[in-house]
T-cell receptor, first 112, second 111 residues
Framework: GQQLNQSPQSMFIQEGEDVSMNCTSS?????WLWYKQDPGEGPVLLIA?????ELTSNGRLTAQFGITRKDSFLNISASIPSDVGIYFC????????????FGQGTRLTINP | EAQVTQNPRYLITVTGKKLTVTCSQN?????MSWYRQDPGLGLRQIYY???????DKGDVPEGYKVSRKEKRNFPLILESPSPNQTSLYFC??????????FGPGTRLTVL
């Protein structure tokens, strides 16, 4: 069943504001991934995190793999209209290494 | 262009009428997977395949079948669709499981 808790479920912000979302789990994972889904399309990988404590940036996006291996956050700085979409965290399970589990998603809406 | 394709993109059908959603990838990936996306639940894995003739259940396999006769194709079969299978379906592929490439999605409505 669902193992990742992602929050918030939705965000309504003004263009230019910073965004922060996070994901927690009751289980330990060895890989955390952040995806973005644009309307009408499939998810696209934004950032992958492979080590506890790792902090990785991709342009205006920054994500961290929690030290306990049970959480991760994603920050978006200076939001722009094209940031609109649904953001998902996902983890690879330790057992059965090819099985991905996803969070519920954070729907981001930006007012220009 | 490297891509994952799904067909059809939209499908409306009736309860009990068998259907197949095709998935094909041109990246020579070993690993392929099917997910369904429902509001408030994110994406849940239905089935996955590590390679040709190797498949395994994901989190929500009930009511679905898959086959992997060729490396590039991974069709999803609903033998007797029911309304609770109305959903948005995504196929994905990867070469190592971490970076999965997703198809554009198939929106299925079962009446």
């Amino acid at each position: 069943g669902q193992q990742l808790n992602q929050s918030p479920q939705s965000m309504f912000i003004q263009e230019g504001e910073d965004v922060s979302m996070n994901c927690t789990s009751s289980s330990i994972f060895n890989t955390w991934l952040w995806y973005k889904q644009d309307p009408g399309e499939g998810p696209v990988l934004l950032i992958a995190l492979y080590k506890a404590g790792e902090l990785t940036s991709n342009g205006r996006l920054t994500a961290q793999f929690g030290i306990t291996r049970k959480d991760s956050f994603l920050n978006i700085s200076a939001s722009i209209p094209s940031d609109v979409g649904i953001y998902f965290c996902a983890c690879l399970r330790i057992q059965g290494a090819q099985k991905l589990v996803f969070g519920q998603g954070t729907r981001l809406t930006i007012n220009p | 262009e490297a891509q994952v394709t799904q067909n059809p993109r939209y499908l409306i059908t009736v309860t009990g009428k068998k259907l197949t959603v095709t998935c094909s990838q041109n990246m020579n990936h070993e690993y392929m997977s099917w997910y369904r996306q429902d509001p408030g639940l994110g994406l849940r894995q239905i089935y996955y395949s590590m390679n040709v003739e190797v498949t395994d259940k994901g989190d929500v396999p009930e009511g679905y079948k898959v086959s992997r006769k060729e490396k590039r194709n991974f069709p999803l079969i609903l033998e007797s669709p029911s309304p609770n299978q109305t959903s948005l379906y995504f196929c994905a592929s990867s070469s190592g499981g971490r970076r999965q490439f997703f198809g554009p999605g198939t929106r299925l409505t079962v009446l």
